[in-house]
């Protein structure tokens, strides 16, 4: 799938995008697509439905490089990307100093706590704010929030 036509940006994130679009291109995305695929998760998606939800964390991955100071909670879809990503822990721990210089740090079970749910939702809709912001409406999907916080350290 050829990213660049298919991804809705705002000019002011064109030579960002560019830049970081070259990044991605290392990525092995096919070993994540065989992932999904081939899971034995509760996730389990359908082809077209792979294609949708690593486009989704394609854009997710670049927020995160816009925006690496802030917190973000992905939803359930994307999640479920990372987790197939992530699965090389020796790949994933390339792909994420080639793309941000730093290790993406996944923090699970977040959310579940009433002491911290607010501040867990507040920050899942931060996220889906961004997505609106930088790519339009609908662009993060309408999964549920992961019970999980992605940043980088």
């Known amino acids: ?4 036509k298919t991804l809705p940006i ?3 994130h064109a030579t960002a995008y560019q830049t970081f679009f070259q990044k991605l291109k ?6 994540i697509f065989l992932r999904l695929t081939s899971s034995h998760e509760r996730h389990k998606f359908t082809l ?4 949708l939800v690593i486009r989704q964390y394609r854009l997710f991955l670049f927020l995160l490089h816009e925006y690496p100071s802030l917190k973000m909670v992905p939803n359930q879809d994307i999640d479920a ?4 990503h992530t699965a090389d822990v020796s790949q994933f721990e390339k792909d994420c100093e080639n793309l941000f210089g730093v290790f993406l740090q996944h923090i699970p079970e977040v959310g ?4 911290e749910r607010k501040e867990w939702l507040l920050t899942f809709a931060r996220t889906q704010t961004l997505f609106e912001q930088n790519f339009g409406q609908g662009a993060m999907g309408s999964s549920v929030a ?3 916080e992605i940043l980088l350290i």
Not at 48 to 51: E, I, L, Y
């Open 10 to 12: 705002n000019s002011r």
């Open 26 to 31: 290392v990525v092995d995305w096919q070993a």
């Open 48 to 51: 077209t439905q792979n294609v």
């Open 146 to 148: 992961a019970c999980c």
């Open 112 to 115: 579940r706590k009433e002491a």
């Open 81 to 84: 990307v990372l987790h197939a």
């Open 1 to 4: 799938m050829n990213l660049a």
